[in-house]
T-cell receptor, first 113, second 111 residues
Framework: EPEVTQTPSHQVTQMGQEVILRCVPI?????FYWYRQILGQKVEFLVS????????KSEIFDDQFSVERPDGSNFTLKIRSTKLEDSAMYFC???????????FGPGTRLTVL | QKEVEQDPGPLSVPEGAIVSLNCTYS??????FMWYRQYSRKGPELLMY????GNKEDGRFTAQVDKSSKYISLFIRDSQPSDSATYLC???????????FGTGTRLTIIP
């Protein structure tokens, strides 16, 4: 069964450093998403991406964040200058249609020191 | 009022019991309702997906949506220790793709 993969599984970085989180969605998915989950809190939407552009973003997704689908298979989330409060699990998800089921990856645990 | 409310638990029940998990919501525009299961430090895994009001059954799992009361439920029959996980409700409206999640209910099935 196809699945969403994410790398790395755990990333440790220093405050102020740039990080790139990578995702390989299920092939033929057209919509892509990033969510985050701070430890002990709910899963929160960050951004949705369709047809090579952002279709929706939350208030969390400020200028420090960017997304890219550089080669038609990978989907990346970049945080330009990490803050302590960016420490969280980051989940990539994808779906075939706008309101279709979203399939989640296993997540990347980001720890900012 | 939070957009989606879910009792965080924890909830412990003996093996074989029927489990009832619930969420309430305030946004009447929500049309799509999902239940995800999440094991510790893993990604959410879809269990049930329903559109608008009604019931949907899949094996031991039944999802119910009551839009008039803004209330959704997940029932697990003949619960197993492997059902021990955090259960997340999520919902979205027709206008956008983002999912709004509840806080999750941590469920433990005691053998």
């Amino acid at each position: 069964e196809p699945e969403v993969t994410q790398t790395p599984s755990h990333q440790v970085t220093q405050m102020g450093q740039e990080v790139i989180l990578r995702c390989v969605p299920i092939s033929n998915h057209l919509y892509f998403y990033w969510y985050r989950q701070i430890l002990g809190q709910k899963v929160e939407f960050l951004v949705s991406f369709y047809n090579n552009e952002i279709s929706e973003k939350s208030e969390i997704f400020d200028d420090q964040f960017s997304v890219e689908r550089p080669d038609g298979s990978n989907f990346t989330l970049k945080i330009r200058s990490t803050k302590l409060e960016d420490s969280a699990m980051y989940f990539c998800a994808g779906s075939w249609g706008r309101t279709d089921t979203q399939y989640f990856g296993p997540g990347t645990r980001l720890t900012v020191l | 009022q939070k957009e989606v409310e879910q009792d965080p638990g924890p909830l412990s029940v003996p093996e074989g019991a029927i489990v009832s998990l619930n969420c309430t919501y305030s946004n009447s525009a929500f049309q799509y309702f999902m239940w995800y299961r999440q094991y510790s430090r893993k990604g959410p895994e879809l269990l049930m997906y329903t559109y608008s009001s009604g019931n949907k059954e899949d094996g031991r799992f039944t999802a119910q949506v009551d839009k008039s009361s803004k209330y959704i439920s997940l029932f697990i029959r003949d619960s197993q220790p492997s059902d021990s996980a955090t259960y997340l409700c999520a919902m979205s409206d027709i206008g956008n793709e983002k999912l709004t999640f509840g806080t999750g209910t941590r469920l433990t099935i005691i053998p």
